[in-house]
């Protein structure tokens, strides 16, 4: 496999899926194969493994990456440590997945020099691995892309993963924390800017790695979490100061966004 610097300048990786292991002893099947890119990141411990025509050790520092859809036989040579990422390649000017095999590594295993890089992206990663809500599954996204640069920048190749800044989304962005815990509609942002609503989302995906509308709800919902820990505010006075119209909605949208409600979110948090 090999990668040509600079033939994507604008994507994402998106994580379908993650587990965090611990001392794993053995692996359920000697040879597997998975719907989405995926990941062996290794903490402590060693494996073997092969893929197509690659086979070799990983340990602490080493990156296993499988394609799409392809073969991977393993097997343990020391009780292992290791975080399992599924996930997809993402155009950020069209949100819309890359082929499988349009992003390419020079092997299946990559290494990453920089120890203390590394450890600070797997504390955070294992700091975030019982959490669902929308901020920190794309907090785990930033930290999956702090993993490739790091890669991408010891071997010195330019390859960019989040877009470029935006003057028209920066003003943008300054002008939904203006309005943000009051009811607005995007489309007006996305005027005052000079942009269509798909010129906007598109750009706002670029340069956030999310959706405007996600971006505001997951702001919101931090706020609310604030407000349902430190204060006796009733649904409906919380629901104002995020930006809801009522305490039936905002309620709703936390559930949505946090797998609890936020009476269970309040009990659980004090």
Request: aromatic fraction near 14%; proline fraction near 6%; glycine fraction near 4%.
């Amino acid at each position: 496999m090999k990668i040509e610097a600079g033939s994507y300048q604008a994507f994402t990786p998106t994580i379908n899926d993650y587990t965090y292991w611990k001392k794993k002893t053995q692996f359920l099947l000697e040879t597997d194969q998975y719907e989405h890119w995926t990941m062996f990141a290794v903490e402590e411990g060693s494996f073997w493994f092969e893929i197509e025509t690659e086979s070799a050790t990983a340990r602490f520092g080493d990156l296993v990456l499988i394609p799409p859809n392809t073969p991977m036989t393993r097997r343990l040579i020391e009780p292992l440590t290791f975080h399992f990422v599924s996930f997809a390649w993402e155009d950020s000017a069209s949100p819309r997945p890359l082929p499988s095999r349009s992003l390419v590594l020079p092997t299946s295993k990559v290494s990453i020099f920089d120890e203390a890089q590394l450890r600070s992206c797997y504390a955070s990663l294992r700091k975030l691995k019982d959490r669902i809500d929308p901020v920190s599954c794309q907090w785990r996204n930033i930290v999956l892309a702090d993993l490739f640069y790091s890669y991408f920048n010891e071997n010195q190749l330019e390859l960019k993963l989040f877009g470029s800044s935006d003057p028209l989304i920066e003003k943008a962005a300054v002008l939904i924390h203006e309005a943000l815990f009051t009811p607005f509609n995007i489309m007006e942002i996305a005027a005052k800017v000079g942009l269509s609503p798909v010129q906007f989302s598109r750009r706002f995906f670029r340069m956030y790695g999310m959706t405007p509308n996600n971006y505001i709800t997951s702001l919101r919902v931090e706020r609310g979490k604030i407000l349902l820990q430190e204060t006796q505010f009733t649904l409906d006075r919380i629901a104002e100061n995020c930006g809801y119209m009522s305490g039936y909605y905002f309620s709703r949208v936390f559930t949505k966004h946090m797998g609890m409600s936020p009476s269970q979110y309040r009990k659980l948090h004090r």
